[in-house]
């Protein structure tokens, strides 16, 4: 055996491995950008808002901290618009790495534009506001050379469900009931306070479902609380508008993209690469519901059989509810309520409760 030369210089072990993981990270991107342009390509029905989108040039807004980061775009706050104070808003653009790929770039853009599209299309409480974007055509500006052309400016949210998830954890009966009846009774009321929230998600649910808007990844990081502390659905990325229901058939599937969201609240059907619809939403829903009344996170088994949810949620929550969220996380779709239904169920049994979740609000704030 011949003993390597001495001017031999070997490649260093942390570059080797910095170049393999940027290329499987690239190519990673590459596949995901591809993989949504088959879903554009399959849920073809295009949606228009009834006016046109306000347009705010990018040099008329001045940024301030970055507040989150996504796949393809952050989250910045605005502190100025046409060089006057502004509170209340944030700015939602492309990544810089993703402008360095014409290809990812019109495939981001389009979904950026297709987001602002369905949030300027929908007007509902319980969904975030579109106040404007940076323009009708983002991959024409881009093409010219503009790389700030991509952008929306949203309402801003104080805190996401995740985050008043985790208080009510610190929280929970376990912790209350060593205490007074003072507190035993605020956390009653809390008890009540996430049965309104569920309800006003099934709320946003209903709605966006009615535009045959499939979400796609409803998660507690996707749902937030403005100032108010009304609850939000945001963050349609991954959104998409399926075809017109077909009187004939009126579950039927589509063949979109597989293990799309998160997968702690992904229905089976989404794992496995089956056909679905917006009954995938709803599986999100039962399993968000679940997490909200127990406060367990679910352990991300795909195919966890959650229908018996009814016995495995406290019995002090109504057995109406609790049935509620069991037929949300059925296994086969077909078995699963509509938005709608789920909707109209809840809100006969919680829609007079609001006094309640307003006493809790003066006595613990918006954000408790």
């Keep these: 055996m011949t003993a390597p030369s001495s001017s031999a210089t070997p490649a260093s072990p942390d570059s080797t491995t910095t170049v393999r993981t940027a290329k499987k990270v690239a190519s990673g991107l590459q596949s995901k950008v591809i993989q949504m342009a088959e879903d554009r390509s399959r849920t073809t029905r295009p949606i228009a808002p009834p006016v046109p989108i306000k347009v705010i040039p990018y040099e008329f807004i001045g940024t301030g901290a970055l507040l989150g980061t996504g796949s393809f775009s952050s989250g910045f706050a605005i502190k100025e618009l046409f060089e006057e104070p502004s509170e209340g808003l944030v700015m939602k653009k492309l990544r810089p790495e993703v402008l360095r790929s014409p290809v990812v770039f019109a495939a981001c853009a389009a979904d950026l534009k297709m987001e602002g599209n369905i949030l300027a299309?929908?007007?509902?409480?319980?969904?975030?506001?579109?106040?404007?974007?940076?323009?009708?055509?983002?991959?024409?500006?881009?093409?010219?050379?503009?790389?700030?052309?991509?952008?929306?400016?949203?309402?801003?949210?104080?805190?996401?469900?995740?985050?008043?998830?985790?208080?009510?954890?610190?929280?929970?009966?376990?912790?209350?009931?060593?205490?007074?009846r003072r507190k035993v009774l605020m956390h009653t009321?809390?008890?009540?306070?996430?049965?309104?929230?569920?309800?006003?998600?099934?709320?946003?649910?209903?709605?966006?479902?009615?535009?045959?808007?499939?979400?796609?990844?409803?998660?507690?990081?996707?749902?937030?609380f403005d100032s108010k502390g009304t609850l939000k659905l945001f963050d349609f990325d991954l959104a998409r508008v399926l075809p017109d229901l077909d009187e004939g058939d009126p579950d039927k599937a589509y063949q979109l993209t597989a293990l799309v969201g998160s997968r702690r609240y992904m229905a089976a059907e989404v794992n496995h690469g089956q056909p679905y619809?917006?009954?995938?939403?709803?599986?999100?829903?039962?399993?968000?519901?679940?997490?909200?009344?127990?406060?367990?996170?679910?352990?991300?088994?795909?195919?966890?059989?959650?229908?018996?949810?009814?016995?495995?949620?406290?019995?002090?929550w109504s057995e109406e509810l609790r049935s509620v969220i069991s037929r949300c996380c059925?296994?086969?779709?077909?078995?699963?309520?509509?938005?709608?239904?789920?909707?109209?169920?809840?809100?006969?049994?919680?829609?007079?409760?609001?006094?309640?979740?307003?006493?809790?609000?003066?006595?613990?704030g918006p954000t408790q």
């Design 277 to 316: 619809n917006l009954k995938a939403d709803i599986w999100s829903f039962g399993v968000l519901a679940y997490q909200m009344l127990t406060n367990i996170k679910p352990n991300g088994g795909i195919d966890r059989d959650y229908s018996k949810t009814n016995k495995m949620i406290p019995s002090d």
């Design 189 to 224: 009321m809390r008890q009540h306070e996430k049965c309104i929230h569920i309800w006003r998600l099934a709320q946003a649910l209903e709605h966006i479902h009615s535009y045959r808007v499939l979400h796609r990844d409803l998660k507690p990081a996707n749902i937030g």
């Design 121 to 180: 299309t929908m007007s509902h409480p319980n969904v975030v506001r579109l106040e404007a974007w940076s323009c009708e055509n983002m991959i024409e500006e881009y093409l010219r050379g503009s790389y700030v052309s991509s952008y929306l400016i949203l309402e801003r949210l104080d805190e996401t469900l995740e985050d008043r998830m985790n208080k009510w954890t610190r929280k929970s009966p376990a912790f209350w009931h060593k205490f007074s």
């Design 330 to 364: 059925r296994q086969n779709p077909l078995e699963r309520p509509s938005s709608e239904r789920i909707q109209k169920q809840l809100e006969q049994q919680y829609g007079s409760q609001l006094l309640v979740k307003n006493l809790s609000d003066q006595e613990e």
